[in-house]
């Protein structure tokens, strides 16, 4: 999924980590306030913080602070990925990915388009989660999925023509708690 592998990004953090704690590195905070209701919004966009968002293409950098004078830590390869996003400052976005890793990427290369990464090893797709059903496809664990509709502890997939069900504890790009049409 991405260029660098995991252990040259951990390699990457453990360094920028260390040189953090000796007080030679300040990262950047995202810029975001706080509503009176508690949830987050963030100060460019106006919109809630954290949210679902994805890579629009498949070459995108992710950076250690919000600009392109930062270093590069990892590279997004394939387009579609859900990614979080977690703070904003200016034309830039603190994203977090599916692993837990966060960076800094330019917001034209993010889009709003709702996608869903297949977690596990096989899971069946049925048709409907109410009452009888069919699997209409077995899916595996990597594959990105247009999200259609969530509900409470489901949500509607496209891959290609195929359109059904998984449950949300197979899917990363939807918190538990949301539903929409």
Known sequence: ???????????????????????????????????????????????????????????????????????????????GVPVEIIAESDHWRKIRDVDGATGWVHKQLLQGDRMALILGAVNDMIDSPYG??????????????????????WCRLRIGDVEGWLPKSVIYGVYPEETFK
């Not at 247009?146 to 509900?151: F, S």
Request: glycine share 12%; proline share 6%.
């Open 1 to 79: 999924m991405r260029m660098l592998g995991r252990t040259l990004r951990l390699a990457v953090m453990t360094a920028a980590l260390a040189i953090a704690m000796t007080g030679a590195l300040a990262l950047p905070i995202g810029a975001q306030t706080a509503t009176s209701d508690g949830p987050k919004i963030g100060a460019s966009t106006g919109l809630p913080l954290p949210r679902f968002v994805s890579v629009k293409s498949g070459e995108v950098n992710v950076r250690r602070g919000p600009g392109t004078n930062y270093p590069i830590d990892w590279v997004f390869v394939r387009a």
């Open 132 to 153: 009888n059903f069919e699997v209409v496809a077995r899916v595996e664990g990597g594959v990105i999925a247009r999200l259609e509709a969530c509900d409470t502890g």
